[in-house]
């Protein structure tokens, strides 16, 4: 039984040297040092900023939101969207700030503006001409249902 | 009407055409920077060299610089770095190292295995100027005229080719029209 124990305290300690050391090697890419979750003085402020973080994208993963995000930058952006919620700034604010420096990429949902309108209104664009297309396509095939064919059909 | 499926694989054909087209480019995951032709965020930093001493936009003024983005954790800075020797060593202009986010001891380790292809070196530690700056990876190199606008921006580690085909160009003319 102890034996057993034993084994098991140092297949633990084995499994801890090996995470240390793959953490440390994948720490060469990246600056900096780890640094601590951000701490909440209250559960309205982590919501807000939870919130926040999953609409902005990390700048230098571009598939990920600030808030998946591990690089070193996504963590002090992280640290600057609260610093700035804890300054009074609001959502907006936060995300001109950003828009300011990073340009429009940061933004999950881009503003709509005219240079946005194709990205916001395409689709829509898309699916009303799809069912034009399918009007017509219908009216044509109605109007040229010839009345002979339907007794022919069997049912 | 009997046209139409041809038109719209046509059309499908031209937009596959153009993602091909457009994905050429090698840089195109480097953002566009909101900076180009407004006024270089101010920053006022310590000197990796000299403990104590500031230095910032202020100091800079009334001649372009090159502001590099480096780490000693960066490997593509290591890539980087024969190249910005090389063209520090023309003194054509003045080449501030930006060094972010690192710990001193690495920082003056790095200039000492690779050399110190610098005029002067800033650090910021915290990465809070970086923000101001638009900065996300290194190497990132910014040029900025004498009048404290900045001019260009390239994102990824500085080749022989960029520095004549866009930084050298971009230069002769911040000196025509300063």
């Known amino acids: 039984m102890s034996g057993c124990f034993l084994h098991r305290i140092r297949l633990a300690a084995l499994v801890a040297a090996a995470s240390l050391l793959l953490m440390s090697s994948l720490a060469l890419a990246q600056p900096g040092t780890p640094v601590a979750p951000p701490e909440?003085?209250?559960?309205?402020?982590?919501?807000?900023?939870?919130?926040?973080?999953?609409?902005?994208?990390?700048?230098?993963?571009?598939?990920?939101?600030l808030a998946d995000s591990n690089a070193q930058i996504a963590t002090d952006l992280r640290r600057e969207v609260l610093e700035l919620m804890r300054q009074g700034k609001s959502d907006r604010e936060i995300k001109e700030f950003l828009v300011a420096r990073y340009g429009e990429f940061v933004l999950y949902r881009p503003q709509v503006e005219s240079k946005t309108w194709l990205l916001w209104f395409g689709p829509l664009l898309i699916l009303l001409a799809g069912g034009a297309v399918v009007v017509a396509v219908v009216r044509k095939r109605a109007g040229a249902t010839n009345p002979a064919t339907d007794e022919d059909q069997e049912w | 009407?009997?046209?139409?499926?041809?038109?719209?694989?046509?059309?499908?054909?031209?937009?596959?055409?153009?993602?091909?087209?457009?994905?050429?480019?090698?840089?195109?995951?480097?953002?566009?920077?909101?900076?180009?032709?407004?006024?270089?965020?101010?920053?006022?930093?310590?000197?990796?060299?000299?403990?104590?001493?500031?230095?910032?936009?202020?100091d800079l003024q009334g001649a372009p610089y090159l502001l590099n983005v480096w780490g000693s954790w960066c490997p593509a800075c290591r890539d980087e770095h024969p190249v910005l020797t090389r063209f520090a060593e023309s003194k054509r202009v003045r080449v501030v190292g930006f060094n972010w986010n690192d710990e001193h001891a690495d920082a003056m380790a790095w200039l000492e295995q690779f050399g110190n292809p610098y005029w002067i070196v800033v650090t910021d530690r915290e990465g809070?100027?970086?923000?101001?700056?638009?900065?996300?990876?290194?190497?990132?190199s910014f040029l900025v005229d004498g009048k404290g606008v900045v001019r260009w921006k390239f994102v990824g580690p500085l080749t022989d080719e960029v520095i004549a085909q866009q930084l050298l160009p971009k230069l002769a003319e911040i000196e025509r029209a300063p």
């Open chain 2, 128 to 140: 809070k100027v970086a923000i101001d700056w638009g900065i996300y990876g290194a190497p990132e």
């Open chain 2, 1 to 58: 009407m009997r046209l139409m499926p041809l038109l719209v694989v046509a059309a499908l054909g031209v937009l596959l055409a153009a993602g091909v087209w457009m994905s050429r480019n090698p840089n195109r995951e480097a953002l566009p920077s909101p900076l180009i032709g407004k006024a270089a965020p101010t920053f006022e930093l310590p000197v990796l060299h000299e403990a104590g001493r500031l230095f910032g936009t202020r």
């Open chain 1, 40 to 65: 909440f003085t209250s559960s309205a402020e982590e919501t807000r900023f939870h919130a926040l973080v999953s609409e902005l994208r990390c700048v230098m993963c571009q598939n990920q939101s």
